[in-house]
């Protein structure tokens, strides 16, 4: 089982609906959880990054997690054409130390005209 | 002014050869990682440092020596380089990234291409 699961995509969706990008984690004492934006041929810029059980709002970013479930998502309301990039979703976790931060392979987002 | 800047963006160099790669990060973070990017995009941790003391070290070739003379730098040298160490190669440090963020700041990369 790999530590950090994401769907590969591509996800499609229409300009301005919700993009809804779904990470399953593994390890289970898991404790601050991110996502991450790469735009292709560029660096992995943070978005946002939730700690706590819930809900946590930046802008038109949403993201949710659920430890119970070890299930963390990240949504995008009126998604717009520069939303278009891979979202990769990160996790530090118990095991490691260092704030050792493990990817997933993340997921191609893109938002059509 | 660039928070965490890597240096090459780019090299291009013959299998056999030896090569660094520096980063610098001006952001006052105590901790630096290297990780190295797949064709396949996947980002792996390589190594990390805090405050100049190696705290992580995957499994990676011995190949591979990174060197922090100080906080704010870490470095990658390959030795013997190999057609398999052809990647995107991105240094980060780990602190507050702005008003409210927590996480990783990542360098622009270095694509290597070893042919």
């Known amino acids: 089982q790999k530590e950090v699961e994401q769907n590969s995509g591509p996800l499609s969706v229409p300009e301005g609906a919700i993009a809804s990008l779904n990470c399953t984690y593994s390890d289970r004492g898991s404790q601050s959880f991110f996502w991450y934006r790469q735009y292709s041929g560029k660096s992995p810029e943070l978005i946002m990054f939730?700690?706590?059980?819930g809900d946590k709002e930046d802008g038109r970013f949403i993201a949710q997690l659920n430890k119970a479930s070890q299930y963390v998502s990240l949504l995008i309301r009126d998604s717009q054409p520069s939303d278009s990039a891979t979202y990769l979703c990160?996790?530090?976790?118990?095991?490691?130390?260092?704030?050792?931060?493990?990817f997933g392979t993340g997921t191609q987002l893109k938002v059509e005209l | 002014d660039t928070a965490v800047s890597q240096t090459p963006k780019y090299l291009v160099t013959q299998m056999g050869n030896d090569k660094s790669i520096k980063c610098e990060q001006n952001l006052g973070h105590d901790t630096m990682y290297w990780y190295k990017q797949d064709s396949k995009k996947f980002l792996k941790i390589m190594f990390s440092?805090?405050?100049?003391?190696?705290?992580i070290n995957e499994t990676v070739p011995n190949r591979f020596s990174p060197k922090s003379p100080d906080k704010a730098h870490l470095n990658l040298h390959i030795n013997s380089l190999e057609l398999g160490d052809s990647a995107v190669y991105f240094c980060?440090?780990?602190?507050?990234?702005?008003?409210?963020?927590?996480?990783?700041?990542f360098g622009s990369g270095t694509r290597l291409t070893v042919v």
């Open positions: 990160a996790v530090i976790g118990l095991t490691g130390g260092g704030n050792k931060l493990t």
């Open positions: 939730i700690y706590s059980n």
């Open positions: 440092y805090n405050n100049k003391e190696l705290i």
């Open positions: 980060a440090s780990y602190g507050l990234t702005g008003t409210a963020n927590y996480g990783y700041t």
